[in-house]
Every structure is written in structure tokens, then in C-alpha cells.
């Protein structure tokens, strides 16, 4: 088990940027997976981008080249870089922990990108 705490939501402009934090309650380096899910009003909770223990990368094709996950294990944090901000992108943004068979979930962040 782990405490997630996401931080840095808030209303930006189309085109602008933000950059969400996601504070553990632990260390996590032994954490396998670190991820951002998003969720929309009226949609399913769909997985952004993911991060394993070694550094591999995933994201969603709707933000490939957009959004950057990052992690810092001396900080117990991991990290989401959002550029390019699109209105599509609005959504609560959630961090999540994987570590086989825990799966831990933040409070999420809201995040509204104007036109």
C-alpha cells in the first residue's frame, strides 16, 4: 500500500502547458509501474502514460509526442509534462501505483483546457 497525493491541476489555455506531480507516501523504487490514467466527465477512466522501475515508457496515442512521464526516486515522486494542451485533454488526472498484487489510485487532479 501507498498514499498518492497528484498535484498541479488547473485551468490553462489551448496550446499552454502543465506539469502534474504525484507525491508518494514511500519509496518507489520498488514500485514496477507508476502510471497517469485520465478521466472525463461521462467517460471511462482511459491510461495515459506509464513508467516502469527501468525507465520504459508508455503512452496513449492521443498524447505521443505531447505529454512526457518522468519519475524521481529520491523524491518519491513521479511526474507528468503536459504540453500542447488540447480541450480533449480536460479531464481528472489520476496517478496510479502497480505492484503486483497492489494497485494504489490518487485523489486526482482537474485539469480544463480552454479553447
Known amino acids: 500500500q501507498v498514499q498518492l497525493v497528484e498535484s498541479g491541476g488547473g485551468l490553462v489555455q489551448a496550446g499552454g502547458s502543465l506539469r502534474l506531480s504525484c507525491a508518494a507516501s514511500?519509496?518507489?523504487?520498488?514500485?514496477?509501474?507508476l502510471g497517469w490514467y485520465r478521466q472525463a466527465p461521462g467517460k471511462q477512466r482511459e491510461l495515459v502514460a506509464t513508467?516502469?522501475?527501468?525507465?520504459?515508457?508508455n503512452y496513449a496515442e492521443s498524447v505521443k509526442g505531447r505529454f512526457t512521464i518522468s519519475r524521481d526516486n529520491t523524491k518519491n515522486t513521479v511526474y507528468l509534462q503536459m504540453n500542447s494542451l488540447k480541450p480533449e485533454d480536460t479531464a481528472v488526472y489520476y496517478c496510479n501505483a502497480h505492484r503486483w498484487p497492489h494497485d494504489d489510485w490518487g485523489q486526482g487532479t482537474q485539469v480544463t483546457v480552454s479553447s
Open positions: 513508467i516502469t522501475s527501468i525507465g520504459s515508457r
Open positions: 514511500r519509496n518507489i523504487f520498488s514500485i514496477n509501474t
